[in-house]
C-alpha cells in the first residue's frame, strides 16, 4: 500500500474534511456512518456516534420535529427542510438538512444525511426582510406620499398619503405609469430626469412639477427621487412626494404683488419697467395719463372718495385696452399703457384720443355725495426700432403738453 492509504482513506478523510455533517443510517435508525462535523455539532466521534439511535443523537426535541422527514425518508421520498440547532458548544446553527434513501431491490435500506450550516443566508435573508419590512412600515405611516416606480416609469409601490394626494386608490395607479397623471406641460422635463437617472449621469433628483389628479385638478409636488441597482435589469426608483400646493400659491400670490397696484389692482411701475425692458426688438407705443385736478378731489371729498375714484378710473382703462397691452398705475394719479399692438405713430395717436374720451366724463361713486366730473391729460409715445429706453419720458411730456393744450 503507498503512504496516501486505500481508497477507503482517502474517502474518509475527504468525508471528514467537509464542514457539513455526512451520515448514514439504518432503517431501524441506527448510526452506521458519521463525519468528523458530528463533533462539532453533537460532541460525538464518529466512532462514538456508530450504533446510535437517531433519538440519541439529536434529542428528544430535534427528533420529534425530524420525525415526519425521517418517516418519509423510510418511506423512499427524498427529505429537504430547514431545521435550527443548538449544538455542544451553546451556538444556534441555522442548518438546511437533507435526507435521501437508500433502495434496493425496492426496499429502503437507510438514508444519507448531509446537513449544511447556512446560517449567513438565514441571517441574510432575516436582515432583508426587517428591512423590506421596516421600508413598509415607513411608507405606509409616512405623512407625504412615497412610491416604488419602475424604470418604465410604472408605479410599482405606493403609500397611502400618495394616494390621497392623487385621488387615485392604489390598485388604480398600478396600472399607470407616472406620465399619466403628469401635467402634459411637466412630461419632457420628468422623462429627461428619469432618462439621467438611468444613464448615470445623476443619481438623485429633486423637482418640482404638477399632477393632475383623478378629479382633474392640478397639485404641485416636490419629488425627490433616487435610483436603486441591482434590484431588476435597471434597477427601481424610490420617489418621495410631497404636496407643495399651498406654499405655490401663496409664492404666486406674493409674485403677483410685487408687481400690482394694491388700490387698483393694474400693474405698477417695476412691472412696468420690467416689461419695456424685456420687449423684443419692434414696435412699440406708451400713453401716459393723468388726471386733471385729482387733488381738489381729494381736499373737497376726502381721500376715501379720492381712492374710489381711482379705482373707477383703473377700470375704464383696463376696459378699454387689448388684451395683449398692459395697463399699470405708476403712482398717485399717473397711469401709463403699454401698448404693443401699435405699428404707427398714428395708431397711436388713435389709442390716445380713445383713452382720453374714455376716462373724461361723470363718475357716480358710492362714498360720494354727488356726481363728479373727471378729465384727463394723455400723452403717447412711440418706437419702432426697439430702443424703448426714452418713451417713458416722452410719453410724460407729451401729457403735460396736453394739459395745457399745446397738443
Given at each position: 500500500?503507498?503512504e496516501?492509504?486505500?481508497?477507503?482513506d482517502i474517502?474518509r478523510?475527504?468525508?471528514d474534511?467537509?464542514p457539513a455533517?455526512?451520515?448514514?443510517?439504518s432503517a431501524?435508525?441506527?448510526?452506521l456512518?458519521?463525519?468528523?462535523?458530528y463533533?462539532d455539532y453533537?460532541g460525538?466521534?464518529?466512532?462514538k456516534a456508530?450504533?446510535?439511535?437517531?433519538?440519541?443523537v439529536?434529542g428528544?426535541?430535534?427528533?420529534?420535529?425530524n420525525?415526519?422527514y425521517?418517516e418519509?425518508?423510510?418511506a423512499?421520498?427524498?427529505?429537504?427542510?430547514d431545521r435550527?440547532l443548538?449544538?455542544?458548544h451553546g451556538?444556534?446553527r441555522?442548518?438546511?438538512?437533507t435526507?435521501?434513501?437508500?433502495?434496493?431491490?425496492g426496499?429502503v435500506r437507510?438514508?444519507?444525511v448531509?446537513?449544511?450550516?447556512v446560517s449567513?443566508?438565514?441571517?441574510?435573508?432575516?436582515a432583508?426582510?426587517?428591512?423590506?419590512s421596516?421600508?413598509e412600515?415607513s411608507m405606509h405611516h409616512a405623512?407625504?406620499?412615497?412610491?416604488v416606480?419602475?424604470?418604465?416609469g410604472?408605479?410599482l409601490?405606493?403609500?397611502?398619503?400618495?394616494?390621497?394626494l392623487?385621488?387615485?386608490?392604489a390598485?388604480?395607479?398600478?396600472?399607470?405609469?407616472?406620465r399619466?397623471?403628469t401635467?402634459?406641460?411637466?412630461?419632457e422635463?420628468a422623462?429627461?430626469h428619469l432618462a439621467?437617472?438611468?444613464?448615470?449621469?445623476r443619481?438623485h433628483?429633486?423637482s418640482e412639477?404638477?399632477y393632475?389628479?383623478?378629479d382633474g385638478s392640478v397639485v404641485?409636488?416636490?419629488r425627490?427621487?433616487v435610483i436603486?441597482r441591482?434590484?431588476?435589469a435597471?434597477?427601481?426608483i424610490?420617489?418621495?412626494?410631497?404636496?407643495?400646493?399651498?406654499?405655490k400659491v401663496?409664492?404666486?400670490e406674493?409674485?403677483?404683488?410685487?408687481?400690482t397696484?394694491a388700490l387698483t389692482g393694474?400693474?405698477?411701475?417695476h412691472?412696468l419697467?420690467?416689461?419695456?425692458?424685456r420687449?423684443?426688438?419692434?414696435p412699440?407705443?406708451l400713453?401716459f395719463?393723468?388726471l386733471?385736478?385729482?387733488?381738489?378731489v381729494?381736499?373737497t371729498h376726502?381721500?376715501?372718495v379720492?381712492?374710489?375714484?381711482?379705482v373707477?378710473?383703473?377700470?375704464?382703462i383696463?376696459?378699454g385696452?387689448?388684451?395683449?397691452?398692459l395697463?399699470c398705475?405708476?403712482?398717485?394719479?399717473?397711469f401709463?399703457?403699454l401698448?404693443?399692438s401699435?405699428t404707427?405713430?398714428?395708431e397711436?395717436e388713435?389709442y390716445?384720443s380713445e383713452?382720453?374720451a374714455?376716462?373724461?366724463g361723470?363718475?357716480r361713486?358710492?362714498?360720494?355725495p354727488?356726481?363728479?366730473?373727471v378729465?384727463?391729460s394723455?400723452?403717447?409715445?412711440?418706437?419702432?426700432?426697439g430702443d424703448h429706453s426714452?418713451l417713458?419720458?416722452?410719453?410724460?411730456?407729451h401729457m403735460?403738453a396736453?394739459k395745457?393744450?399745446?397738443?
Amino acid at each position: 500500500m503507498d503512504e496516501t492509504g486505500s481508497d477507503a482513506d482517502i474517502l474518509r478523510r475527504v468525508i471528514d474534511s467537509v464542514p457539513a455533517l455526512i451520515g448514514y443510517w439504518s432503517a431501524d435508525l441506527r448510526n452506521l456512518a458519521a463525519n468528523e462535523a458530528y463533533v462539532d455539532y453533537f460532541g460525538l466521534t464518529p466512532e462514538k456516534a456508530r450504533g446510535m439511535h437517531i433519538r440519541d443523537v439529536l434529542g428528544p426535541e430535534v427528533h420529534e420535529l425530524n420525525r415526519p422527514y425521517i418517516e418519509a425518508a423510510l418511506a423512499g421520498t427524498p427529505q429537504q427542510f430547514d431545521r435550527t440547532l443548538i449544538d455542544v458548544h451553546g451556538m444556534v446553527r441555522h442548518t438546511q438538512a437533507t435526507y435521501v434513501p437508500e433502495i434496493v431491490d425496492g426496499r429502503v435500506r437507510g438514508f444519507f444525511v448531509h446537513v449544511a450550516e447556512v446560517s449567513r443566508r438565514v441571517e441574510a435573508e432575516r436582515a432583508r426582510d426587517e428591512a423590506i419590512s421596516l421600508f413598509e412600515t415607513s411608507m405606509h405611516h409616512a405623512a407625504i406620499g412615497q412610491a416604488v416606480v419602475g424604470t418604465d416609469g410604472r408605479w410599482l409601490q405606493v403609500n397611502q398619503a400618495l394616494c390621497e394626494l392623487t385621488g387615485y386608490t392604489a390598485e388604480e395607479l398600478q396600472e399607470l405609469s407616472f406620465r399619466d397623471i403628469t401635467h402634459p406641460d411637466d412630461v419632457e422635463a420628468a422623462d429627461r430626469h428619469l432618462a439621467q437617472l438611468l444613464d448615470g449621469s445623476r443619481t438623485h433628483i429633486q423637482s418640482e412639477k404638477r399632477y393632475l389628479r383623478k378629479d382633474g385638478s392640478v397639485v404641485w409636488v416636490q419629488r425627490n427621487a433616487v435610483i436603486v441597482r441591482g434590484t431588476g435589469a435597471d434597477g427601481i426608483i424610490i420617489a418621495q412626494i410631497q404636496d407643495i400646493t399651498r406654499r405655490k400659491v401663496a409664492e404666486s400670490e406674493l409674485a403677483r404683488l410685487a408687481v400690482t397696484d394694491a388700490l387698483t389692482g393694474l400693474g405698477n411701475r417695476h412691472l412696468l419697467m420690467a416689461q419695456i425692458g424685456r420687449h423684443d426688438a419692434g414696435p412699440l407705443g406708451l400713453l401716459f395719463l393723468d388726471l386733471d385736478g385729482f387733488k381738489r378731489v381729494n381736499d373737497t371729498h376726502g381721500h376715501g372718495v379720492g381712492d374710489e375714484l381711482l379705482v373707477a378710473v383703473a377700470r375704464r382703462i383696463a376696459d378699454g385696452i387689448d388684451p395683449a397691452d398692459l395697463a399699470c398705475r405708476i403712482g398717485g394719479d399717473e397711469f401709463v399703457v403699454l401698448i404693443r399692438s401699435a405699428t404707427s405713430s398714428s395708431e397711436i395717436e388713435k389709442y390716445r384720443s380713445e383713452l382720453k374720451a374714455a376716462v373724461t366724463g361723470t363718475y357716480r361713486l358710492t362714498s360720494a355725495p354727488i356726481a363728479i366730473e373727471v378729465a384727463a391729460s394723455v400723452g403717447s409715445s412711440w418706437s419702432a426700432d426697439g430702443d424703448h429706453s426714452a418713451l417713458l419720458r416722452a410719453a410724460d411730456k407729451h401729457m403735460y403738453a396736453d394739459k395745457s393744450g399745446a397738443s
